[in-house]
T-cell receptor
């Protein structure tokens, strides 16, 4: 079974609005990562948050991690058309170093 | 640096045929992995390796073999292709530095099994 589960599965917002995606996972982790995938392309790493961190920023991205709830959120502020993509969370499991992906959130930015 | 390269980009096989998907990286990364991506399923881990000579199974290893004879190369072998293996396959690599392992992905191989 997959370690991470993103929520929602799909999200459509107006350009300029903020987009929030959530990820829940099942077992203890070393870190949690977020990736973006544009249609038909490979995955691009966005941000990594370690298990002992609670919040991290990178440009318009803000990631939070709550290890007690086994959940993370990705916030994209001031969305742009170019942010239209699928977003995946990936967890590096503590017990065996496996990096497991969720099913992703499809984000569509409306002009 | 070329990063992570995969060949071929596209492949069509008949049921029962075997083939090898190639993956190479030039970043001296210890950790390499293979994923398959199917619609609505995200990426599922097939096999991974934490260094040359060491491989382990992921979430969906059946029907696939891997080996890691060098740090650079991590080929994925389909032993007897089945239509259920129609998918897009991604290879990835990362440094194995404990709790820091951003993955770099190849462009993918789109495989169709008839």
């Amino acid at each position: 079974s997959q370690q991470g589960e993103e929520d929602p599965q799909a999200l459509s917002i107006q350009e300029g609005e903020n987009a929030t995606m959530n990820c829940s996972y099942k077992t203890s982790i070393n870190n949690l990562q977020w990736y973006r995938q544009n249609s038909g392309r490979g995955l691009v790493h966005l941000i990594l948050i370690r298990s002992n961190e609670r919040e991290k920023h990178s440009g318009r991205l803000r990631v939070t991690l709550d290890t007690s709830k086994k959940s993370s959120s990705l916030l994209i502020t001031a969305s742009r058309a170019a942010d239209t993509a699928s977003y995946f969370c990936a967890t590096a499991r503590l017990r065996d170093d496996k990096i497991i992906f969720g099913k992703g959130t499809r984000l569509h930015i409306l002009p | 640096n070329a990063g992570v390269t995969q060949t071929p980009k596209f492949q069509v096989l008949k049921t029962g045929q075997s083939m090898t998907l190639q993956c190479a990286q030039d970043m001296n990364h210890e950790y390499m992995s293979w994923y398959r991506q199917d619609p609505g399923m995200g990426l599922r881990l097939i096999h991974y390796s934490v260094g040359a000579g060491i491989t382990d199974q992921g979430e969906v290893p059946n029907g696939y073999n891997v080996s890691r004879s060098t740090t650079e190369d991590f080929p994925l072998r389909l032993l007897s292709a089945a239509p259920s293996q129609t998918s897009v396959y991604f290879c990835a690599s990362s440094e194995d530095r404990g709790d820091y392992n951003e993955q770099f992905f190849g462009p993918g191989t789109r495989l169709t099994v008839l």
